[in-house]
């Protein structure tokens, strides 16, 4: 199975996403980036803020980016290959098209861009849960995600969507990060709190997942974005960097333990042969549900009243002899299925295929 592509040589796509705004996701992102890089891993960052990009400014960058034989080739900054919406609008001019369009850019950035051999390819994700985060989790296999937040509890709870949006689609949290957590003086050194702590660190307790870790707010973290300097090269022995490379460690761990643990539920191989779809999971467990069944389960809102959940397709509507036309990947948590009848807008959940085919082995069994 591959991925998109774009992405193809890419081991590891990661998506770094925040509840709402202002909480310094993107600044994280690119630090994490930085320190990755300085780890020796090899990176790329995909500014998916198309409405407010801000990678080329924080990695200090005007380069744009050059094609190559239909492809885009994504320009490098401090060893970082990265692509941005920011690069290819010079003029600064607001990025104003709908989401139909912007989900085309989107697409693109995914499927046109030659990224290469890389460990990691870090996602800056626009804030919230909307159509740009719905494409690439359908269009991308990610890894994991790390959510920021602030301390504050507001920030907080707002922050808690993103997490459900992810488990939704079968993707880990690899952890919780704390942005902007104590201020230390740089006259005296005394340690102020003036966005409180301890909300990042609560959130991952309360959601059972890895706290990465709280970084300060830092004036040489705002100033290193606003000239876009690399601090892993100018200051690599200050508080911030280590703060930051010592995030970037407990990020790639979080990912080895997910990857060990199988947190998630992900197919091996999946294929077909008209008659039914046969599934060979990572854990070497193999399964097989026939198109019939497949397709009386389509949880489409056609087939599925999406308020009440009610089952609205009349089982005499489907033909006996129905088969399985075509299917594809939809990220790491779904399954597309086009049938004879002509359906194909159901996306099903590979965790809901496995419950179908053990509902439908227990039924077998108590016969």
């Not at 296999?141 to 301390?151: E, K, L, Q, Y």
């Not at 919780?176 to 409180?196: D, L, Q, R, W, Y």
């Not at 597309?336 to 809901?352: A, Q």
């Amino acid at each position: 199975m591959s991925m998109a592509p774009g992405l193809e040589s890419v081991k590891h796509v990661i998506a770094i996403a925040s509840g709402k705004g202002g909480v310094g996701k993107s600044t994280v992102t690119t630090n994490i980036a930085l320190a990755l890089h300085k780890l020796g891993y090899k990176v790329g960052l995909l500014d998916a803020d198309l409405y407010g990009p801000s990678q080329p400014g924080l990695l200090g960058s005007t380069e744009r980016p050059m094609g190559q034989d239909g492809y885009i080739l994504p320009m490098t900054k401090g060893g970082i290959k990265f692509i941005s919406m920011g690069a290819m609008n010079p003029s600064g001019k607001a990025f104003v098209v709908r989401a139909p369009i912007a989900v085309q850019a989107i697409q693109q950035f995914l499927t046109k861009v030659l990224w290469g051999d890389l460990d990691f390819l870090l996602v800056d994700l626009p804030p919230g849960t909307g159509d740009i985060q719905l494409t690439l989790v359908q269009m991308a296999r990610f890894s994991g995600a790390v959510i920021v937040t602030t301390p504050q509890r507001v920030a907080a709870e707002i922050a808690k969507k993103a997490p459900d949006m992810f488990k939704s689609v079968n993707v880990p949290i690899l952890g919780i990060v704390e942005n902007m957590s104590g201020f230390t003086c740089t006259h005296c050194g005394e340690v102020s709190a003036p966005f409180k702590r301890g909300g990042g660190e609560a959130m991952a307790h309360e959601l059972n997942v890895p706290f990465l870790g709280a970084l300060p707010l830092d004036p040489e973290i705002m100033m290193s974005g606003d000239d876009g300097i690399n601090l892993m090269e100018t200051k690599p022995n200050s508080h911030a960097a280590l703060a930051f490379v010592a995030l970037a460690q407990k990020m790639a761990e979080s990912l080895k333990v997910a990857d060990s643990l199988g947190l998630t539920l992900e197919a091996e191989r999946i294929e077909t042969n008209g008659v039914a779809i046969s599934v060979l999971w990572k854990d070497g467990s193999k399964s097989e549900v026939d198109a019939y069944s497949l397709r009386l389960q389509c949880p489409c809102a056609a087939c599925v009243d999406e308020y009440t959940g009610t089952k609205i397709l009349k089982v005499d509507s489907v033909p006996l002899t129905i088969r399985v036309e075509h299917f594809n990947l939809v990220g790491r948590y779904g399954l597309s299925v086009r049938f004879s009848d002509g359906h194909g807008t159901g996306i099903y959940k590979l965790s809901s295929v496995k419950e179908m085919l053990k509902k439908s082995a227990e039924a077998t069994l108590s016969v």
